[in-house]
């Protein structure tokens, strides 16, 4: 049985009701199976994230909506990260090589997301919104 994929969609305060209508009806996903973080750094910006099922696997992440990707998360530290981001922080540690054995300490990373964003390795601070639906 395929695992369901974990999204990032990313919106602003203006978008915010209007991505979670968009994204609960293209992936039919009930709207409270969203959560929504700000972004600490720059609180006009949300990030809505939510696990799609797999039997809508081969949909374009942007017909979900037009700022999404695929992300991963540490439960324990409730920290998002991307691949590419994960993959840049060890290559930042181990001098540029991408070193597969290397042990990320998640604990430094709690309550964070860990993303490329104009092609440099970010670390934005979450929160969790509470949302009236």
């Known amino acids: 049985m395929a695992r369901s994929l974990l ?4 919106a602003t305060k203006s978008e915010l009701y209007t991505a979670i209508d968009q994204i609960s009806e293209t992936i039919n996903i009930r709207k409270d199976s969203i959560f929504v973080f700000v972004n600490e750094e720059d609180t006009g910006e949300y990030i809505l994230t939510y696990n799609m099922n797999p039997e809508f ?13 695929s992300v991963h998360r540490k439960k324990q530290t409730n920290t998002l990260y991307s691949l590419n981001a994960m993959n840049e922080f060890i290559k930042s540690k181990c001098g540029g090589n991408l070193n597969r ?5 998640w604990t430094q990373f709690e309550n964070q997301f860990l993303i490329i964003k104009s092609q440099r390795l970010k670390t934005l601070p979450l929160r969790l919104v509470k949302l009236n639906q």
Do not use: E, G, H
């Open 57 to 69: 696997a081969n949909i374009k992440f942007t017909t979900i909506w037009k700022n999404t990707i």
């Open 7 to 10: 999204l990032a969609s990313f």
């Open 101 to 105: 054995d290397y042990q990320i300490d």
